[in-house]
């Protein structure tokens, strides 16, 4: 049997443009989800003057930022940056829950892949442990699956 054709993305960031849009809130978290993206983004490569963070205040205000960049045809991917914790009240399912649909829509409408680096946990101990600046950096997870995503679609 033949084999099929498959088409990836490569996981490199020359030639790339990403910007990071990134929460304020649970800042504790997100400056560890951050590091780990800068991180990745100079390990695959990237020169400092073609990624850009962006801060907003929290989780719920990343969607309309990651649009503003997505839609200006500057950027290859958008790499969203947060934290949401479960506390007493409904107000995680709503910020956690809108925060996803939102960069989800941005994806989708503009074509520029948007990469969901929220962490949605139930206690800061789980949030810790994802932003963890050895291995398994959630940040730097969601930088190299931008930038797998943005080669798969210069490809496609």
Known sequence: MEALPVIEGEISARGRKVAIVAARFNDFIVSSLLKGATAAWLERGGPVE???IARVPGAFELPVVARK?????RWDAVVAL????????PHFDYVAGECARGLNLVSLETGVPVVFGV???????QALERAA???????GES???ALEMAGLLARL
């Open 119 to 125: 962490l949605t946990v139930e206690t800061v101990e």
């Open 82 to 89: 947060g934290c949401v914790i479960r506390g007493d009240t």
């Open 133 to 139: 600046t050895t291995a398994g950096n959630k940040g």
């Open 69 to 73: 960049l997505a839609s200006s045809g």
């Open 50 to 52: 073609d990624l850009l």
């Open 143 to 145: 930088m190299e699956t």
